[in-house]
């Protein structure tokens, strides 16, 4: 699973640069090396809960890439991909089931997991009615 989403990540990476979509701009190549020294950290610590901070770190630095993409065009990304990854951390964190230290580590990604994606979703969902709203305002107008 973690090598299936890295690969495809890469691939939508490499993909969007080629279309010249993100990544050219120094703000964005910055962030991109924060992001990577996320996982470099995962990679590196033998301590769990530094591991997942380090993931959430570098997953954040990438969702926040995202936004204001997703803010001016928000028909470019797929609702139903970001409610079901809400709904899939939400489950993930229900599956814990553990309240100790453990449990709180093991929960930490999960709920990141839900509220980012869910985030996501209600900025897309939100964005494509505003936008709406507006396109029947011009032809009302007219």
Wanted: aromatic residues 6%; contains cysteine.
């Amino acid at each position: 699973m973690l090598l299936t989403q890295a690969v495809l990540t890469t691939v939508v990476f490499a993909v969007a640069i080629v279309r010249g979509q993100g990544g050219t701009t120094i703000v964005e190549l910055a962030l991109i090396a924060v992001a990577a020294a996320g996982v470099t950290g995962w990679l590196l610590s033998s301590e769990p809960l530094v591991a997942t901070v380090c993931v959430v770190a570098a997953d954040l630095i990438a969702a926040a890439m995202m936004v204001p993409k997703t803010y001016h065009d928000p028909g470019s990304e797929t609702l139903a991909t970001f409610v079901y990854a809400s709904i899939g951390g939400a489950l993930a964190a229900g599956a814990v089931g553990v309240a100790d230290n453990a449990g709180a580590t093991l929960l930490l990604y999960p709920i990141y997991y839900c509220i980012a994606n869910g985030a996501i979703a209600v900025l897309i969902h939100r964005r494509r009615t505003v936008l709406r709203w507006h396109v029947a305002e011009r032809s009302a107008q007219d």
